[in-house]
């Protein structure tokens, strides 16, 4: 192509006739519907504070991609094995990667892209990536997962591929801006398609031909106009210029034959198609969309970001919306996961797993054969009252400083260095030093010292982390009479050792505390039988915390923790549970009884991706009784990442949508072991 040349095609008679969109939703934000997810899957990048997230079409599941966000990222069979890769460009400094279908990463290209694109230009059978490095280096073609050649030395505003002629090799359609639109036709020579630069560009078969069409905006001036089946002739199809748009096969016809318009805030979103005109989708504007198949119906879903305060959702087979995600997006790509993408094992927190994946917590209690219903069930519930709501126990304000409702009990990752934690010394003036661990200095680390009141006082360590850096229940509030049981908990990564303390101040420049616990997050290690840890059940906190980045992943792989008046509970223990207080009540819940919402409660859709994810953890994994507090309070972090909706939605639950669970089928197996946590073998 000859960068002086300027096509000289106009447009003609831009006279429109289109009348612009009047439809208006009565609802404020989308609507919800039930849909089982199934099929192709998307690839979600949340940004730099969650990274890129998979959502498995097969099973309606979100796993972690990568920490860092994209730039951009797209479908293509890198590797020329016929299976699809995932190829996303991390931008600057990280340049552009393959994550193949094996779940390896392969580097393509050091160098950050302006856009890219995959098609077969070539007809080898084989996709090809089509890259626009920028003015500095221009148009590359990668070519059949191979090499690397130039196709144009200037940088394009957009481009899109399609099969202009219809003869089974991919075009390439680009925009040049004020040099117009070329396409670059069967891998050979450019061709003038339209001197006028576009707003955006993209390919269909509106008329259901088998045969491509391109789908153009103009921008304000003339509006969006198509060209069917790579003639020479453009047709009108409205005279306002929309934000953006997608081609979607909504109908299940194999063609996609119906663009999804988003024409702004002030019309909002509409769909049109040959056969039926235009009709309004939604009133609200999206920040992003995406044609995907995600139930593996045959029929296109449309994924739209809708932006804060709605989050991601999914007009599925044309007919219903429901949410896939609370949280807004930097980026949405359809994409093919590698088929291992639905990570297994146990939650992890800082790279450490919260406990092996075989322990109690991490085992689905939902059979009913194995896990039926605790004979003491109706005694117990009784004892409660049917009717006691759920309490989530957890805010929405994650400024500790503004203590006075900052709820919830925060978590501290460490690296156990100075940079993190001086490994100072505690002291317990009122307290347990006889069933608390401290840390022993040993060598260049620290050793877990169960009974600290077996060391000097001076020896007696725990990794408080520096001042600047600690997160404490009861945030800023320094009253033991009014701050609770303000409890610390850290998680020391590489060591992968879990430290929880309660009722932790700092006074005078010294840490003291009522209790410590320490645990070796790889060992199904139990704490000695009778001791209590960070609360009354002798358990530890943070593997049963509602944590809001499992909840808002959609998934949520372990049980909670719940406390009970003291006016309903045992003075006894089961297993796992190691320890008790309080009075003693007869026929009361014992310390480490199993909770779980009853299987016949139906997880509303309409819940947010929280709650409902919170909800099915509840069923599948059940809550563990650990402390003493107020009725059906379940503990969570403080975060600002929690939906207002989450927590009210929850908290329709009632006492008498639960159950208490027989445990005998994991006690009375001869490999159990009363000093360990594993639940299954």
């Known amino acids: 192509m000859n960068r002086r040349l300027r096509p000289a095609i106009a447009l003609a008679a831009l006279v429109l006739t289109c009348l612009q969109p009047s439809y208006a939703q009565t609802t404020a934000s989308p609507p919800s519907s039930s849909a089982t997810p199934r099929g192709r899957d998307l690839l979600v990048d949340f940004g730099t504070a969650y990274g890129q997230w998979g959502y498995a079409g097969a099973t309606g599941a979100w796993s972690g991609v990568h920490a860092k966000p994209n730039k951009s990222a797209l479908r293509a069979d890198t590797n020329g094995n016929g299976s699809a890769d995932t190829v996303i460009d991390f931008g600057s400094g990280i340049g552009i990667w393959s994550w193949q279908d094996d779940r390896t990463w392969k580097q393509l290209h050091g160098t950050t892209a302006t856009w890219m694109l995959a098609a077969d230009l070539d007809g080898s059978g084989r996709d090809d990536l089509i890259v626009d490095f920028g003015a500095s280096h221009g148009i590359w073609i990668y070519r059949d997962a191979g090499t690397w050649v130039s196709l144009h030395g200037s940088t394009a505003k957009g481009a899109v591929t399609l099969d202009f002629d219809h003869n089974g090799r991919s075009d390439v359609v680009v925009d040049f801006g004020s040099a117009g639109i070329w396409a670059w036709m069967n891998n050979a020579t450019w061709q003038p398609i339209h001197g006028t630069t576009a707003r955006w560009m993209l390919k269909a078969d509106l008329d259901r031909n088998g045969q491509d069409d391109l789908v153009v905006d103009f921008g304000t001036r003339y509006g969006i106009w198509l060209r069917y089946n790579g003639g020479e002739a453009w047709t009108p199809l409205h005279g306002t210029s929309a934000k953006s748009g997608i081609a979607a096969d909504l109908a299940g016809s194999g063609f996609a034959d119906t663009l999804v318009i988003d024409f702004g805030s002030a019309y909002g979103i509409w769909k ?14 999206a920040k992003g969309m995406v044609a995907v198949d995600t139930d593996a119906s045959g029929r296109d879903d449309v994924v739209i970001d809708f932006g804060s305060p709605y989050g991601i959702w999914r007009w599925g087979n044309d007919s219903a919306w429901n949410q896939l995600h609370g949280t807004t997006a930097s980026h949405l790509a359809a994409v093919t996961l590698p088929a291992a993408a639905v990570v297994a094992g146990p939650p992890t927190i800082g790279g450490c797993p ?23 069930n109706a005694v117990w519930i009784a004892a409660i009252g049917a009717t006691r709501r759920f309490h989530a126990d957890w805010g929405m304000n994650d400024n500790p400083q503004q203590y006075v409702d900052y709820y919830g009990i925060p978590y501290n990752v460490i690296d156990g260095t100075a940079a993190s934690t001086a490994w100072p010394n505690v002291t317990f003036p009122n307290g347990f030093p006889d069933e608390s661990d401290c840390a022993l200095a040993q060598g260049s680390g620290y050793a877990i010292q169960r009974g600290c009141d077996t060391l000097a006082e001076a020896q007696r360590r ?3 982390p520096l001042d600047a850096r600690i997160k404490l229940e009861g945030g800023a509030c320094s009253d033991p009479a009014t701050c609770g049981d303000r409890h610390v908990l850290v998680v020391e990564q590489g060591t992968c050792r879990l430290w929880e303390s309660w009722l932790s101040y700092k006074v005078g420049g010294v840490w003291t505390s009522g209790s410590t616990a320490a645990w070796n997050l790889r060992s199904y290690e139990q704490r000695p039988d009778t001791w209590t840890s960070s609360d009354a059940a002798g358990l530890p906190l943070l593997p049963l915390l509602a944590r809001v980045d499992e909840a ?32 003693a009540t007869t026929n009361g819940i014992p310390f480490g009884a199993l909770l779980r919402l009853r299987s016949d409660f139906v997880v509303p859709t309409t819940w947010t991706t929280q709650a409902q994810a919170l909800a099915r953890a509840m069923q599948r994994y059940g809550l563990y009784v650990a402390d003493i507090g107020s009725n059906l309070y379940v503990q969570g972090e403080p975060s600002a990442q929690w939906s207002a909706a989450t927590i009210t939605q929850l908290q329709t639950l009632q006492m008498d949508q639960f159950e208490f669970v027989d445990t005998t089928s994991v006690t009375s ?7 360990s946590l594993q639940g299954a073998w």
């Open 272 to 285: 049109w198609n040959q056969a039926a005109g235009w009709s309004g989708l939604h009133a609200v504007t």
């Open 354 to 376: 919260m406990l092996p994946e075989k322990a109690i917590f991490n085992q689905r209690i939902d059979d009913r054969a194995r896990f039926p219903v605790h004979a003491q």
């Open 462 to 464: 725990f990794p408080f």
């Open 552 to 583: 808002s992943a959609g998934e949520v792989r372990h049980a909670l923790r719940v406390t009970f008046l003291d006016s309903v509970l045992a003075r006894t223990y089961v297993w796992p549970a190691r320890h008790a207080a309080g009075g």
């Open 669 to 675: 197996d001869s490999r159990f072991s009363a000093g």
